[in-house]
Every structure is written in C-alpha cells, then in structure tokens.
C-alpha cells in the first residue's frame, strides 16, 4: 500500500468507494517502454505514421508512469510532470482515432471514449452539455469516478468547432463552420486544464439529475481532426517564410497547390505557429492548452496496401470461409483499390469501401447457399471482375 499522499486523501471525497480497486487497477497497468509501445502498435495492424506514432508511444508510457508515481509512489504533483494534451491534426483516413483506440483501449486497457465533439454546444443550447464527455468516460470506467479520473477522451472532428468569425472554408465547400463553436471552446477551456467539473452521472438534458465532482489534473485529453482548408490559412499568413512550405514540396500525395485537396501533409512549422489556429478560429487559450500538436501525413500507396492486406482482405477472407468459399483478390486488384482510394483521397477508411463494393453482388448471389467453391477477384480491362 502506499504512504497517505495528498492525492490518496483527495480520492476519498467521491461518494463511491472503490479505492482499493482503483490501487489494484493503476498498480496492474502495463509500464511498456515507448519503443515496446511503438512496435506493439504494429503488432496490432497499425501502419504508417511512424513520427506521429512516436510522440503517441511517448505521451501513452508518460501518461501511466504518471499515475503510478503519484497514486502508487506518493509523488507530490509538482514534482512530476504535468498530465499532456495532445492534439492530431491529419486528412480522413490516415489513422488519428484508430491509434487512440488501439492503444490506449486496447493495449494499455485505460478507459477511453472518442466523442463525436460536433454534436456538443454550450451550455444552455441545443446540444449536449459539454460536461456530459467526461459522463461518457465514466460509463466506459463502470461508473467508476476513481477509474475514469486516469483516463483518455480523444475529441474527434475537433476543427469543426472553429468559430463561425474566422475566414477558414471549408475545402471544396463555400461556407463557413458552426457558429457555436466559440461557445464550446470556452466550455473545453477548464477541463484541459486541470480543475474540477461537475459531472452528470446519466446522459440527459436535465440538470436535476444526479452529479459528481471530478478533477480533470489526471485525465488525458487527445483531440483529432482534419482541419480542411488550414494550410491555405498558413501560407496565406506567410507564417513560416522560407521554412517549408512557401516553397514546392514534393508530394507522393495530392498537388498541395490545389485549393479543394483534403489529403495534404501538413509540416511541423505549420502547425507550431498558434497564430495560425487562431486565424482558423480557435481561442489562443485553448491551444495553449495542447502540450503537443502532432501532423498525421496522408498515407502512401504501400502503407495503404499493407493495412488493405493485412486488415480489409483478413476479415473479408474470413467472412467467405465461414460461408464455404475461398477469397482470391489478385494483386492487381490490390494496387487498383489502392489507387483507386489515393484518387478519393479517402485513405485507409475508403479500402474497405471500394472492396466491399466489388464483392457485394458475389457475396448476395453466394452466401446461403451452401455450395462452396471459390471468389476471385480479376482486373480485366482496368475494372474489377469477380468470377465464381
């Protein structure tokens, strides 16, 4: 047991007990090495992004070691670090919440939630309370208050709570974002810091419902989001001068000169510049409140080929064996969905996708009918046949 810390005493205010699980549960919690961590990610279907996924592997082992210094070892909190936000900034597809989930659902076993952050508003409009995230990531800790004090809440579609007063549009769209953007923004501003929040115990509108004070000093918050139309923003602004890209890149990728591009990459000089998010429509504050903004790059064509073989066909493959028949997908089908996605610029998420469109009429005239046999998958003509 450890010594009586202050941050021991301080966990005995909540109503529920629970304490002695809570111990048992920080002290059982993986102390992987970030490389371990790293390559433990690819272990798991994870590719690609191999700089973004050091800052995560980093920030994840980080994260547990401090919690056991201060719950297990009785470390003072000025003494350690404080807790990291971490904000992801990439194109659809490239794997931002997937790794969130992945790791620290799945691997670390944290409770975690991914809140649509789109569907919230401030307080006293349409929309859910923004309170009600943390309510979130207490149901995913058993209702646990101690257990969800340690936890991760990842912000998906962050960008688009910009504020309605700012000049970002929308990549290949005229208008402008949601204008109670701003509201939801103050709303974040103290649970990304560290203070104290009054949970709703139940999902629900009303506010004579049961509550629970909760410190956000421990719990990590990862917000993602694809944030279209910000490079334009940032060489508008000039920001980084000759630093990158105010000059031509070279790019596997989509034409970064191209106003309506959705996949771009978007380099570490752009997005260290907080100016820049505030031109987009973000309260400086609250991107002061990110330890760390961390660029996704648009998946290349071998990485989508690898998680398009490694992930979509398995389980597909599997999805025929279960009903007698063998999958065969030549590789020529494989580089033409990949090229096929690279041209939607819909990345990992649009494999599944295109693949599952080619199989579909195979699979309605085949499944139930208990004749077996094999599917395969030809590019005849550059379009893709199934042939039974």
């Known amino acids: 047991m450890p010594r009586e810390s202050e941050p021991i005493e301080n966990l005995k205010k909540y109503r529920k007990s629970g304490l002695e699980h809570f111990l048992k549960f920080v002290r059982e919690l993986p102390t992987l090495a970030p490389k371990k961590i790293f390559h433990k990610l690819e272990e798991a279907g994870y590719r690609g992004q191999d700089q973004a996924r050091k800052a995560i592997s980093l920030m994840a082992y980080r994260h547990v070691r401090r919690i056991k210094r201060i719950y297990l070892e009785g470390a003072k909190r000025e003494l350690v670090l404080p807790k990291s936000n971490f904000l992801l900034i990439g194109p659809t597809g490239c794997g931002k919440t997937h790794l969130v989930e992945l790791l620290f659902q799945n691997i670390l076993r944290l409770p975690t939630v991914i809140v649509d952050i789109t569907t919230y508003s401030e307080t006293g409009y349409v929309g859910q309370d923004p309170s009600t995230i943390v309510t979130r990531l207490l149901h995913a800790a058993d209702d646990n ?134 031109a987009y429509g973000f309260l400086p504050e609250l991107m002061a409140r990110f330890t760390r903004i961390v660029p996704f790059t648009a998946l290349e064509a071998d990485t989508l080929k690898d998680i398009l073989k490694g992930n979509v066909i398995d389980r597909l493959t599997r999805e025929f064996e279960d009903e007698g028949f063998k999958l065969t997908v030549s590789n020529n089908v494989l580089d033409h969905i990949v090229k096929e996605s690279i041209r939607r610029e819909t990345g990992a998420r649009g494999l599944t996708a295109i693949l599952t469109r080619h199989l579909e009429d195979a699979a309605f005239e085949a499944f139930a009918e208990n004749a077996g046999g094999e599917v395969r998958l030809e590019l005849k003509d550059a379009e893709v046949v199934v042939i039974r």
């Open 145 to 278: 208050p101690l257990l969800a004090s340690i936890g991760i809440i990842c912000l998906d579609e962050f960008d688009k709570i910009a504020s309605g007063q700012n000049n970002a549009i929308f990549a290949g769209a005229g208008t402008t974002k949601d204008v109670t953007g701003m509201g939801v923004q103050r709303e974040l501003l103290k649970m990304l810091e560290a203070g104290e929040v009054v949970v709703p115990l139940e999902l629900t509108h009303s506010t004579y419902g049961d509550h629970v004070v909760m410190s956000t000093a421990d719990i990590g918050f990862i917000a993602a989001g694809a944030f279209s139309g910000f490079q334009q923003i940032a060489r508008r602004r000039g920001s980084s001068g000759d630093m990158g890209f105010g000059r031509v890149q070279k790019s596997k990728g989509p034409s970064l000169s191209r106003p309506d591009a959705i996949a771009v990459s978007l380099t570490p000089e752009e997005v260290d510049n907080i100016s820049n998010f505030q």
